[in-house]
């Protein structure tokens, strides 16, 4: 059962446009949730997280938007940059804060000069 | 901040042989740390979560006398892959958490390749 969900396997966007990279989840014990960016044969780095206390959190180029009742997150990168192209992973983690992260499938983005 | 380094960043051993990997928060303490797998074009998959100064918690159908991990102070934690078979050939990466944080920063991965 995938409780974190990316339904787009890719998304391409021209350089300069918004990137908007979209994650549902069905757990509602989750009250906490990340974004991870990730190169290939490279570990994930940490982009941006948000809260269930909040519905958005901005951190320069990256937002990220959380809707609880539709239980669903999107992280907009504004403006896209061609070095923003990267697997992105959003994450998920329980309530009771045991550390444990669900991850999703990832999304490639690719980012077009 | 908040850097994780592993070592080493990649590994090639013969079939039934151990090979140790170290995870190190570099400027915070990580009370917890977190060991994953990754298979080509798939997520991340949660290995052990280790606690430091107790044994760690394996994930269901990850065999812990295989997969040895020590997290002996809090800065340090170590997977070790015993009798490494092909199969066990993969990227692994681990992560770490400071005690009041619920943010996992990540290693940059090891390669492993067991020939």
């Known amino acids: 059962d995938q409780q974190v969900k990316q339904n787009s396997p890719s998304l391409s966007v021209q350089e300069g446009r918004i990137s908007i990279l979209n994650c549902d989840y069905t757990?509602?014990?989750?009250?906490?949730f990340l974004w991870y960016k990730k190169y290939p044969a490279e570990g994930p780095t940490f982009l941006i997280s948000i809260s269930s206390i909040k519905d958005k959190n901005e951190d320069g180029r990256f937002t990220v938007f959380l809707n609880k009742s539709a239980k669903h997150l999107s992280l907009h990168i504004v403006p896209s940059q061609p070095g923003d192209s990267a697997v992105y992973f959003c994450?998920?983690?329980?309530?009771?804060?045991?550390?444990?992260?669900?991850f999703g499938q990832g999304t490639t983005l690719q980012v077009k000069p | 901040g908040a850097v994780v380094s592993q070592h080493p960043s990649w590994v090639i051993c013969k079939s039934g042989t151990s090979v140790k990997i170290e995870c190190r928060s570099l400027d915070f303490q990580a009370t917890t740390m977190f060991w994953y797998r990754q298979f080509p074009k798939q997520s991340l998959m949660l290995m052990a979560t280790s606690n430091e100064g107790s044994k760690a918690t394996y994930e269901q159908g990850v065999e812990k006398d295989k997969f040895l991990i020590n997290h002996a102070s809090l800065t340090l934690s170590t997977l070790t892959v015993t009798s490494a078979h092909p199969e066990d050939s993969s990227f692994y990466i681990c992560?770490?958490?400071?005690?009041?944080?619920?943010?996992?920063?990540f290693g940059p991965g090891t390669r492993l390749l067991v020939l």
């Open positions: 757990n509602s014990m989750f009250d906490y």
């Open positions: 994450a998920a983690n329980p309530s009771g804060n045991t550390g444990k992260l669900i």
């Open positions: 992560s770490a958490r400071a005690r009041q944080g619920r943010t996992q920063y």
